[in-house]
């Protein structure tokens, strides 16, 4: 079984009863794992096939860095790939649109890491390369390594559009791939497509809020409260 979990937070005891209790299951988290330790993705795995990108708050800090990119857990960072799962082609965009990078429909500023650090001054630069901040940063690079692939689903932490904070980009990619269905984090309140007027797409889109979680098709099995505002 073939499972989404929207931006757990640091938190994750919301996803064991249904996954301890329905295995065997493939996880894919859509980013803010917000971790401070390996140790939670450790113990998930433990039940589950366990999947990932990363969303902006994983390099708020170092430690939440260091977790995915700094351990073995690197391997399951799904961003710039297309990996088969279940039987299942899933394509991953991890990370955010920033201005200081590209803030689609504007043209971006700088086209890939190597581009933004050539340009970078020496005191921004963080472990020889990128600012922590931007660690989780797209670039039109990140597009352009998914956009001549193929794949069944694309997940992303940002949304497409018609989502009010959505941004077109996303559904060129999705077009440009073949993809039948969009699955993305970010926004925390499970924004419904299906109640959007407008003009057909080829796939459907599903925005899995705060620790929710759902089936392939879109189907939540637990919605999460984001009460802390």
């Known amino acids: ?6 931006d757990p937070h640091g938190y994750f005891e919301h996803l064991y ?3 301890q209790d329905n295995q065997p299951i493939s996880l894919i988290i859509l980013g803010d794992l917000q971790l401070t330790d390996c140790s939670e993705l450790d113990r998930l795995a433990q039940h589950c096939d366990l999947w990932f990108i990363h969303g902006n708050h994983d390099s708020k800090t ?8 700094g351990s073995q857990w690197k391997q399951r960072n799904l961003h710039g790939k297309v990996v088969e799962i279940e039987g299942v082609k899933i394509a991953g965009l991890g990370g955010v649109f920033r201005g200081q990078i590209w803030m ?3 043209k971006p500023l700088f086209l890939d890491p190597i581009h933004y650090c050539q340009y970078c001054t020496q005191d921004k630069i963080w472990n020889g390369g990128l600012p922590l ?3 989780t940063s797209i670039f039109p690079s990140d597009v352009d390594t998914l956009a001549n692939q193929q794949a069944d689903i694309l ?5 497409p559009k018609p989502h009010p904070s959505g941004f077109a980009v996303i559904n060129k990619l999705a077009e440009s791939m073949g993809v039948k269905k969009i699955f993305h984090g970010h926004h925390h309140d499970n924004f419904d ?5 407008g003009r057909v797409r080829p796939y459907q889109i599903f925005n899995i809020g705060f620790r929710s979680l759902s089936d392939i098709n879109g189907r939540y099995l637990l919605i ?3 009460d802390r505002n």
Not at 62 to 69: D, G, L, N, R, S
Not at 155 to 159: F, K, Q
Request: with cysteine.
């Open 193 to 197: 497509y299906t109640q959007v007027k």
């Open 17 to 19: 009863p249904f996954i």
């Open 62 to 69: 170092v430690a939440a860095f260091e977790a995915i990119w």
């Open 104 to 106: 689609p429909p504007n």
């Open 1 to 6: 079984m073939l499972l989404f979990a929207g």
């Open 224 to 226: 999460g409260v984001d």
């Open 155 to 159: 997940i992303c932490h940002e949304a």
């Open 133 to 135: 901040r931007h660690r």
